[in-house]
T-cell receptor, first 111, second 111 residues
Framework: SQTIHQWPATLVQPVGSPLSLECTVEGTSNPNLYWYRQAAGRGLQLLFYSVGIGQISSEVPQNLSASRPQDRQFILSSKKLLLSDSGFYLC??????????FGPGTRLTVT | KQEVTQIPAALSVPEGENLVLNCSFTDSAIYNLQWFRQDPGKGLTSLLLIQSSQREQTSGRLNASLDKSSGRSTLYIAASQPGDSATYLCAGGRGDYKLSFGAGTTVTVRA
């Protein structure tokens, strides 16, 4: 069965600093990959999704970006963090069956 | 755009009572509907996926139904236990691999 790893689990960063969150998956090949953000008191917001290496679609214009350098690796980045970037970041995957599976998440606090 | 609503936002029941969680969606052309469980500070765990051609899915004490004509899905949890305490989210898919999430119902099962 597939496994999703997210690193780091928690992160505290100052405003204006860069960001790099990593998601790696095991047990599947050619998955669709997703980055979501869950802010306090709000639902899940889809940020980016990818159907293959180098293919990234952005759902919400913001100061975040995503990259997929390998089939099973998805990276979320920012050059300069804002206070509003605080939240719980979740990586997810889906295969041909459309069912989505989620990783353990990264808790980001921007101070 | 698919809008998903979950009411109530919170629910408290005594142990042993059956749970009924509601989810409504605006686009009857929904492709699939997925129910998740989220424990505090954790990622989402997929519970059930219902394809648009199906009316319900069952797994153990869980049963989920889908009524596209009325724009509703219901998750039933039989004989609730304290371990069922969590936030339950539903999400509707459009067939393009993207999901629209409800805000969730937080369930507390009292021992």
């Amino acid at each position: 069965s597939q496994t999703i790893h997210q690193w780091p689990a928690t992160l505290v960063q100052p405003v204006g600093s860069p960001l790099s969150l990593e998601c790696t998956v095991e047990g599947t090949s050619n998955p669709n990959l997703y980055w979501y953000r869950q802010a306090a008191g709000r639902g899940l917001q889809l940020l980016f999704y990818s159907v293959g290496i180098g293919q990234i679609s952005s759902e919400v214009p913001q100061n975040l970006s995503a990259s997929r350098p390998q089939d099973r690796q998805f990276i979320l980045s920012s050059k300069k963090l804002l206070l509003s970037d605080s939240g719980f970041y979740l990586c997810a995957l889906s295969g041909s069956g459309y069912e989505q599976y989620f990783g353990p998440g990264t808790r980001l606090t921007v101070t | 755009k698919q809008e998903v609503t979950q009411i109530p936002a919170a629910l408290s029941v005594p142990e042993g009572e059956n749970l009924v969680l509601n989810c409504s969606f605006t686009d009857s052309a929904i492709y699939n509907l997925q129910w998740f469980r989220q424990d505090p500070g954790k990622g989402l765990t997929s519970l059930l996926l219902i394809q648009s051609s199906q009316r319900e899915q069952t797994s153990g004490r869980l049963n989920a139904s889908l009524d596209k004509s009325s724009g509703r899905s219901t998750l039933y949890i039989a004989a609730s236990q304290p371990g069922d305490s969590a936030t339950y989210l539903c999400a509707g898919g459009r067939g393009d691999y993207k999901l629209s999430f409800g805000a969730g119902t937080t369930v507390t099962v009292r021992a």
